[in-house]
Structure formats: C-alpha cells, structure tokens
C-alpha cells in the first residue's frame, strides 16, 4: 500500500511537472531548486487528495452499513467508538494483518497488478476536478485544456483491472466475472461516451472548469435531461452496483472477479469501489449540477450537499433494487442508451446552434 | 532530452516485451503499458489531446476487447 502510495505520488509529480513550463524555466536559467520547489508542492496536494479521497470512502463505508441494517431491521456495527463509527479502522487493520493468500495456479503479477489498477483512476479522477474557490484559493490541483478527457481516461481504465484479475486467478467464477464485467464495460460505454460529447458542444470546451463556468444560469441538467439519464445508469453500471451489479452478482456467481482475493488486496479492491462511488457522484454533481456553481452564493458546500445527494441515491439503489440479467443489460445498453444518447446528441448540437450564447 | 530517451526506451522495451513473452495475459498487460507510455510521449510532445484520446480508446476500448479474445481463447485456457 505505501510502495503503491509512493509510486502515484511520483507519477503525478512528473505529470505536473511535465504541463508546467519549466523546461523553459530550465532554459532561462532558473535554479534546481525551483524544481524541487515545485515537485515537493505536486507531492503534498497529491497527499491532500488521497487523504479526502480516503476519509470520504470512511464516512461512506459507515453510512452504507447503518443505512443498510436500519433498512433490513438490523442493527449494524455497534460496539466499536460512539454508534459503531469506528468499525471500519477495526477491519482495515484485520485486513493489513491476514495472511496474503495467493491462489497456487494464479497469474502472480497480474493477480498482484490488478486491484491497483482498480484503484489508481479514483484519485487520478478526483485531481481534476473543480471543487470551487475558498476565497483566493481555487480548490483544482490539476486544470489544463483537455480534463474532462483526462477525467474519462482515468474512468475508462478500471474495468481493466477488474478483467485482469478475474482472468488470472484461474478460477472459473472469477473467469466468469470477468467475462461479465468485460461485456458490460462494452454496453454502457459507447452511450456514456456519446453524453459526454454532446456536454462538450453544448459548453465548447474540453475543460471541466469551463463546463462548470458555462452553467452559471441554467444547470446542464435542464437542456440535457436524456443525456443525464444516460450518464447516470451508466455510472452506475460502472461502478456495479445494483440493478447492474453482473460482475460481482453474490448468489450466483461466489463474489464475481474478486472471488480469490483476501487481505488488504480485496481492501483495495472495496476501497475502489466505495472510491469510485463518491468519484462518479461528484462527477455527476459537476457536470450536470453545476458542481460548485448554486444558486446565491459560489462555495464549496454546494459540490459537497449534491454530490451527497447523489450518494445517497447510489446508496439506495445498491440497498433496495435486484438485479437485471445479462441480456437485458445488453439490450438496455445497445438498443435504448445508445440511440437516447444520439437524440440528445442532436437536440444539444441544435441548442449549441441556436441559442449558443445562453450557455 | 532525458524524458524522451526514457519515454522511447519504455516504448520500445514494452512492446519488445509484449511481442517475446508466451503468456497471452502478459502480453496484453505489456501492451497496456505500452500505450500509456505512447500517450505519455504524446503529452510530453506538447499535444494533450492525442494523449488523452490514445489512452481514451486504446487502453479503453480496444484492450478490453483484446482481453476479452484472450478470455475466451483455448490457448490461454488450456494453460490451466
């Protein structure tokens, strides 16, 4: 956890460091220490993110336990800090100190890569987006043209991990969440990826800042409302919960593609989860909602009341909607997405045409 | 200069490594890297928007798809 900790940390340095112009800097002869200057700077926001991203991913894991037992009549976890809220520290740490099991005919490096590959798009996503100003300070760590993009590239990646390791634990129900998760990853893509582009014409930039900025008197959800559908089932399939949890459906298949995982991999692997839960609601929060943008005032607790709804909303269904089968998931995807997202593709390029001033 | 020769050296030494190894799987894992690697060529050559895109539809689309003809290849399962 602390090498994979280490190795993001660094990535992102370089990443910052490579959009900032200090090649140039180098050339007019400005010191090294500028540099170091600026790496440490890049290093210590990567930390802050992690440490948010991670302290949300806590307070979420309770609140689904609770609001799950207090649904089921039950009473959730009770016995550990005031009302059981400090549960969750008490099963990380039984996780750190299980035996690392290893299944014999395993794919070993794969089997290692992939809950990192899981995990690494929920911070590579939550760095570029735009969680408003307090008062000089704009909260964004990351802002250069392209990073909705960026945003959806890092979202892209995930089912990958999550083929990889069903596909190297040789196991034939990890195999089969695979091919689920493989399947379903093809249905609800090409429609996300469709909404997504007509939110590009509609704000005429690539730039999550300028979306946010370009729904300053009418959200997106208004002009866009099929585009909002769309979006929505889709991040909920991508985050396999139910009604699409296929990949990892518990009465059939033992726990999908993460069946031979234990310990602190499987740790990673719930932590990308719930991660990426609160990743897809602030993602729907900015990009339909305005993020930061709300009526009367500009702050950071507007991003945080809506992305809260929405996790909520993604709570709920997890806890009170079944599961639909494979076909109709398919059938969902390709032949209801797909052409609500072209409509919505047209009607969003006619109103970038006729009233292009009013966004 | 130093990042280009670092970034080429990965290029070449990942798709060398993707091309040789016998496993399916770790070709494709190879492969993975490889275009993550073009598209940090393409970002440290200044066009953010090829990079963002090659990551967007090769490690995106078309891998899922490669590792989904592995998944169901006889060669790969036979290995078992």
Redesign the interface.
């Known amino acids: 956890m602390n090498l994979f900790f280490f190795i993001m940390s660094i990535l992102y340095g370089i990443l910052k460091f490579l959009h900032w112009p200090l090649w140039n800097w180098y050339l007019y002869g400005y010191p090294a220490g500028l540099w170091i200057m600026y790496f440490v700077d890049a290093i210590i926001e990567v930390v802050l993110v992690f440490a948010v991203a991670m302290l949300v991913v806590v307070i979420l894991v309770y609140v689904f336990r609770k609001y799950m037992a207090d649904i089921q009549n039950r009473i959730g976890p009770n016995r550990l800090g005031p009302w059981g809220s400090l549960q969750l520290i008490a099963d990380v740490f039984k996780l750190i100190q299980k035996q690392d099991i290893i299944p014999k005919n395993a794919d070993r490096i794969a089997f290692r890569v992939a809950p990192y590959i899981i995990f690494t798009p929920v911070i590579l996503g939550m760095l570029v987006i735009p969680f408003g100003n307090v008062s000089i300070l704009q909260l964004m760590v990351v802002n250069f043209k392209y990073t909705l993009l960026f945003l959806v590239a890092a979202m892209v990646i995930s089912p990958l991990g999550e083929v990889i390791g069903g596909l190297s634990s040789h196991n034939k129900f990890a195999l089969y969440g695979a091919l689920r998760s493989a399947a379903q990853d093809i249905g609800y893509e090409v429609p996300m990826m469709i909404s997504v582009l007509s939110l590009i014409i509609l704000a005429g930039s690539y730039s999550i800042n300028d979306i946010v900025n370009a729904q300053k008197h009418i959200p997106f959800v208004i002009p866009e409302i099929l585009g909002f559908i769309v979006f929505f089932l889709a991040m909920i399939a991508k985050q396999s919960i139910p009604p699409f949890d296929l990949p990892e459906s518990g009465s059939e298949l033992v726990s999908g593609f993460s069946t031979e995982y234990s310990g602190m991999r499987y740790g990673i692997i719930y932590m990308g989860n719930f991660g990426f839960m609160a990743l897809a609601s602030v993602v729907v929060a900015t990009l339909y909602f305005g993020g930061p943008v709300g009526p009367f005032f500009n702050s950071v607790l507007w991003i945080a009341v809506k992305s809260a709804v929405f996790m909520i909303i993604f709570l709920l269904s997890w806890i009170a909607l079944g599961r639909v089968r494979v076909d109709q998931f398919l059938n969902m995807g390709w032949k209801y997405l797909l052409p609500i997202s072209i409509l919505n593709l047209l009607i969003s390029s006619l109103i970038a045409i006729y009233f292009g001033g009013a966004f | 200069m130093i ?1 280009f020769l670092v970034i080429s050296a990965a290029i070449v030494g990942t798709a060398l490594l993707s091309a040789i190894s016998k ?1 399916l ?2 070709s494709s ?1 190879w492969l ?1 890297f490889m275009v993550v690697s073009v598209a940090a060529m393409f ?2 050559l200044g066009n ?2 090829l990079s ?2 090659e ?2 539809v090769y ?3 078309i ?3 490669i ?2 003809s ?3 290849s006889r060669r ?1 399962l036979d290995e ?1």
Request: aromatic residues 14%; charged residues 5%.
């Open positions: 990042v496993n799987l770790h894992l993975i970002f440290y953010i928007f963002m895109v990551v967007l490690a995106g689309a891998m899922t798809l590792l989904t592995v998944m169901l790969y078992e």
